[in-house]
C-alpha cells in the first residue's frame, strides 16, 4: 500500500481514488493462486502480490498488520473527514485494549499479539491500561475505568467492544453518514447474535449470554443455519450496505466499502492459511 498520498481533497477526488484501486484487492484468481501454493510457499505468493510491503517481518500477522495500517495511512491522506474513515479501524484498538486488559489479568505481557493498524497509538493505550486512565480515549471509553481488577474475559471483551461501539455512534452523532451508521449497527447486531448462537452452543444460559453482548439498541437478525453459513450471510449483508450506497461522490460510503474489502481480505487470507478453501472464502 505504500505511496505518496498527496494533499487532501474533497471527496470526489477521494471516491475517485478508491474506485481506482478496488482491483487491487485480492480477486478469486488470485486466491486460488495462494491456495494452491505450498503452505510455505503461501508468504512468497502474498509478497510477490505486494501484500503487506511495510510488514518488519515476512510473518503472515506482521504483513496483514502492514496492509491495513497502509489502508488507514492512505485514508488519513485523502479523506476529507478521516475521522469517519478512522471509524473501521477501532475494532483494532478494541483487539488491543483486550488483549493488554487480559494480560494484565494473568500478570503476562501482551506485546507479541499488538497491531500497529488501530487509530490510536499502542503506547498510550499500555499507558491507559496501567493507569486505569481512558479519558485521553474519548469519553465512550471512560467506562472501562471500571475494569481494574476484573480478570473475567468475557466481562473485558464486552466492555470493551461496548466502549468502542459508543465511541463510533458518538462520532457518527455529529455528522450526517447514514450508510456507516447503517454498516456499524447492522455489524453490531450481527456480532450480538452470533454471540448468542455460540452462546446456545456452549450451553450457556439466556442471563449468561447477556452479559457478553455489546450494549445498545440493535437488531439482531435471526440466526439460521450454522455458525459458519451465518457468518457468511452477515457478510454478505454488511458488504452489501456499503458497496449500494459507494456510488455516491460526495460522501464516505465508498471509501468505506474499500476499508470493508480490504478487511474481508484480511480474513479470507487467514483462512487460507488455516486450511481452508475456495468454498470458505468470501470474494
Do not use: W
Not at 493462486?33 to 517481518?57: F, P, S
Not at 488483549?99 to 493505550?125: H, M, N, P, Q
Not at 455489524?187 to 452470533?194: I, M, Q, S, V, Y
Amino acid at each position: 500500500m505504500a505511496e505518496n498520498f498527496g494533499i487532501k481533497s474533497g471527496y470526489p477526488y477521494a471516491v475517485g481514488r478508491v474506485r481506482a484501486m478496488e482491483d487491487s484487492v485480492f480477486s478469486r484468481e488470485q486466491y486460488s493462486r495462494l491456495i494452491a501454493a505450498e503452505k510455505d510457499g503461501r508468504l512468497r505468493v502474498l509478497a510477490e502480490a505486494g501484500y503487506g510491503a511495510g510488514a518488519e517481518t515476512k510473518e503472515l500477522e506482521a504483513m496483514i498488520d502492514a496492509e491495513l495500517r497502509g489502508v488507514r495511512e492512505l485514508m488519513n491522506g485523502i479523506a476529507p473527514e478521516p475521522e469517519l474513515t478512522d471509524l473501521f479501524f477501532h475494532e483494532y484498538d478494541a483487539h488491543n485494549l483486550k488483549a493488554l486488559l487480559k494480560a494484565r489479568a494473568v500478570g503476562a505481557e501482551a506485546d507479541g499479539i499488538l497491531l500497529s493498524c488501530g487509530v490510536f497509538d499502542v503506547e498510550v493505550l499500555k499507558v491507559c491500561v496501567s493507569a486505569d486512565e481512558y479519558s485521553m480515549l474519548g469519553a465512550a471509553f471512560e467506562p472501562l475505568e471500571k475494569l481494574e481488577g476484573a480478570t473475567d474475559p468475557g466481562e473485558i471483551s464486552r466492555a470493551v467492544d461496548s466502549a468502542a461501539y459508543a465511541h463510533i455512534f458518538a462520532v457518527l452523532k455529529k455528522r450526517r453518514a447514514p450508510a456507516l451508521e447503517e454498516f456499524f449497527r447492522l455489524k453490531a447486531g450481527f456480532t450480538n447474535a452470533l454471540t448468542r448462537m455460540r452462546g446456545k452452543a456452549l450451553g450457556l444460559s439466556e442471563e449468561a449470554v447477556a452479559k457478553l453482548l455489546i450494549a445498545g439498541d440493535f437488531d439482531e437478525p435471526a440466526a439460521e443455519g450454522g455458525v459458519r453459513e451465518f457468518e457468511r450471510a452477515c457478510a454478505e449483508k454488511l458488504n452489501a450496505c456499503l458497496r449500494e450506497a459507494r456510488s455516491d461522490p460526495f460522501g464516505p460510503a465508498a471509501l468505506g466499502s474499500f476499508i470493508n474489502d480490504k478487511q474481508n481480505e484480511a480474513r479470507n487470507i487467514r483462512i487460507v492459511f488455516a486450511g481452508g478453501g475456495e468454498d470458505d472464502i468470501d470474494v
